[in-house]
């Protein structure tokens, strides 16, 4: 009953609860007492949802902080209620079996032992990390099992590679193996840039570092130019999506190409990795091929919490080994995949902090002051606000085409780019394209537009397609016909315009024959 | 000059190509010999496309068979010219840095030493795999690997777990470690089924097997019960969802239930592993959270080729070292997961090969037949050979719909069902559907259909909605708009009817007015 009053009480599921308890027994001594930091670590949930079900099993009894001052030892044990409620929610203590050799990487970084000894004095010699860049460097051996990885996978040796961010040092981990082709690294920190750029003077290396805010659009030299791209971004929905996906815009078009990210369960919920996953597969041609264990470890934790004035003893005392730690994602690119436009972000988007972030949840323990749910991003959303406004002229244009004898209908390569470009030209929002390729011959292509929505459908054994396109608010449809004209080539076109939604009944009217555009 | 055209001549993106490079310089010796058996586990290319390249890279001169008679070694070697072309595709002979301890698992077996000692004599026990259910086990170590990997997430101390199909014997390595604390056996195989409940019985193991062909609905009382499910299911796309849908289906509701199954690259191209991915997060509330090191391998291998009468020396000796291995592959339930509904697969669907698969790549080699490209599933796809043939009359029939003040336009809310069923009931075929709602309020949803297209555009604020419908074939693009109509109910409504496509010129006829449907 008590139980079950406390999944209750706590707002988490049942299941977050088993995640913390779980943690605290793997990293439980004999008296079951653990070490707070390394249960946060573990737990798989966000920070500051450890946070709060750790206070409530305090509060119930359920869990005890032996140093209540907080001076000398970040512990937490359970009770023997504590107990009770671990085996009623089925919780075991397992024994930690993740490999020795290589922390649970898979791989081992021995061929690498050159470089490597000549990596560990630049890190002891780099800038000290800044949270206003939302930096916390990795340990020595966390960046060399990610680079082992990557090499293992084909993604080093003779590969052009971009680190979009860069406060582990990775370029000059790869740069220090002579194994990549290239190796760009944007970064907007001026003090790493020149730091990165020292050492590579100074040691001869093949890497090249642009100074540059990666909110911002890179530069074009860059696009469709890389083999590999590497990110360690920040954990907001929006923060992941625009690290990642300016990545995607560097790699160069077609299949075999990677892209690496670093995310964890620390700073970002399930939800969240559902949202990015989702998002990623539904808007690249791009698999999974990866998820590694969380085992690269920043040396990130003395810094948190000074200056907050909290009331949350075991974290009083500072960590006494790396705690805060990533899984390493990797993605590769299908042939058919195409690179997405470089974007600026939104500068009302927060890239860093929502509630899951670290930063966020001391404050809150400091302040007492609920926190609010994570933002649902931007680009989920859009501005339809007007829609209601132009009940008056008709909602929406829809233009119907028939385009014969067309020259190049003979594939569907190129043909996402020309409805990228064409919806754009007519200054609408591409939301979701999907181009359809049919057995034996035959394409189709469907893309939800911001402003309603385009259709095409290709016979190409018969030169012939066609295409709808149906807006609203300002964007002109004709404008994406005309420009679709312009990649097919069709002989022979046809064209009515049919206004949608004209306020009340009798909203059809006869079809406007459109003039041909030129 | 000749590379290039060697791409265009194998079909094969350069990419492909690469992928088959790397892993002979991978596992070549110093003369660049490569057993042809660790290429293909490690090309990560479906074997009928690596047989392919390899026998193209032979005719050009750039790949040599050393024993042409295939009676000694299945050894393969790269040429010069083979060297060359290497160079070109930036493909770099790489180090194996695979962890030796884990086998790049990440996971250590050693507290489980005693079920492993158990076991082995078991495994050598078991009823020999049986390729009519497309079986082959995994070696000891590579199961005590999974469990590794599945007890340090938590998902076997006192789990309630579901294994489907169990070739692998990975009941009983669970049983033995006294651990779980519910294990069931769904398994079509009458011998293992047996085998493994005699074993049960004798070491008086916590095991219950139910023989029962997976393809039908499973037993009721199994259904939403399991913590975990594992799966190691044929690899057409067809396959993978039957085997770990039905695995969801039996996973309690709600967060932190976890599945696993293994799928490799050898009978799976990543885009196969796309299709899944992407089918798996958009209908279920899971995320990926684990995507391994392909660190399975499997006693296969003896059994192939045999009896068929093949012209490729290098696999006429059968294979010294496993060398079939797959990638396991963890999701966990969100909080709002809901258990699907368990289902018989449609006795039409080929769940077992396709053109990637292993013996139907052999099959080809022995026929000199040409395969044809995977079969893109039913649900996915469509015959649209038809289609030219209705050019006649029109390739597609487009009806465009306005529904005004609509009861039921609310909210996105079971539109998305009665998009499904209003397809269903036209015989066509939902490719992909994407509703999308729109903030403040509107929402819209386009589907591709194998037989074109649906798109709604709703204006809630207005009781308004803008339908279209195009079909090509004989789905009957008015039931679907009839069935919407229902959905919506809305009082007023106007439609016209466009053919599309009429051959030639003066396609576009003036458009029909239907009468409004009952």
């Given at each position: ?37 390394q249960v946060a670590g573990h737990a798989n949930v966000p ?212 892209g690496y990210f670093g995310i964890t369960l620390i700073e ?251």
């Amino acid at each position: 009953m008590e139980m079950t009053a406390l999944s209750r009480l706590t707002g988490a599921g049942s299941d977050d609860i088993a995640r913390v308890l779980r943690a605290i027994l793997e990293y439980a001594d004999e008296t079951l007492s653990a070490d707070a930091w390394q249960v946060a670590g573990h737990a798989n949930v966000p920070f500051a949802d450890l946070l709060d079900i750790l206070q409530k099993l305090r509060e119930r009894g359920l869990l005890e902080f032996p140093d209540s001052s907080g001076a000398s030892t970040s512990e937490v044990r359970l009770t023997k209620q504590g107990e009770a409620l671990a085996r009623e929610l089925r919780v075991a203590r397992t024994e930690n079996v993740t490999c020795q050799t290589c922390a649970g990487s898979g791989f081992e970084f021995e061929p690498f032992h050159d470089a490597y000894h000549q990596f560990i004095p630049l890190l002891a010699q780099r800038p000290p990390a800044e949270s206003t860049y939302d930096q916390g460097a990795l340990t020595a051996d966390s960046v060399f099992r990610r680079l082992a990885l990557m090499y293992a996978k084909g993604d080093v040796a003779d590969q052009r590679i971009l680190l979009l961010g860069d406060d582990d040092l990775l370029s000059l981990a790869l740069a220090l193996t002579g194994l990549p082709r290239e190796i760009v690294v944007v970064e907007i920190d001026p003090r790493l840039c020149e730091f990165i750029e020292r050492v590579a003077r100074e040691k001869n290396l093949n890497l090249r570092v642009i100074q540059h805010d990666a909110r911002e659009k890179l530069p074009a030299d860059l696009r469709a130019h890389f083999d590999t791209f590497v990110t360690d971004p920040s954990e907001t929905i929006q923060g992941l999506l625009l690290f990642v996906e300016k990545g995607l815009a560097m790699l160069a078009p077609g299949g075999g190409r990677a892209g690496y990210f670093g995310i964890t369960l620390i700073e970002a919920s399930m939800l969240k990795w559902n949202v990015w996953e989702r998002h990623l597969l539904q808007n690249h041609a791009l698999v999974f091929t990866h998820i590694s264990e969380p085992f690269s470890l920043y040396a990130k934790g003395n810094e948190l919490g000074s200056g907050v004035n909290i009331n949350f003893p075991p974290m009083l005392v500072p960590p006494r080994a790396p705690w805060y730690r990533s899984s390493f994602f990797r993605v590769e690119t299908l042939k058919e995949f195409v690179p997405p436009a470089d974007y600026d972000s939104n500068p009302h988007d927060e890239l860093y902090q929502d509630a899951e972030s670290l930063d966020e949840a001391w404050a809150v323990l400091a302040s007492g002051q609920a926190q609010s749910p994570i933002p649902v991003p931007e680009e989920f959303l859009n501005a339809s606000a007007q829609r209601a406004a132009q009940a008056q002229n008709g909602l929406g244009r829809h233009v119907i085409a028939e385009f014969w004898n067309c020259e190049n209908a003979q594939s569907e390569n190129g043909l996402a780019d020309a409805i990228e470009q064409a919806v754009r030209s007519a200054r609408a929002t591409l939301l979701d394209l999907n181009v359809r390729r049919f057995y034996p011959q035959g394409y189709s292509a469907i893309a939800l537009l911001a402003e309603s929505h385009l259709s095409l459908h290709a016979w190409p054994e018969l030169g012939y397609v066609a295409l709808d396109v149906f807006t609203c608010g300002d964007a002109d449809p004709q404008k994406i016909v005309q420009q679709l004209e312009k990649h097919f080539r069709p002989r022979n076109t046809e064209y009515i315009k049919i206004p949608r939604g004209r306020v009340r009944m009798g909203l059809l009217p006869e079809p406007i024959t459109l003039p041909v555009p030129v």
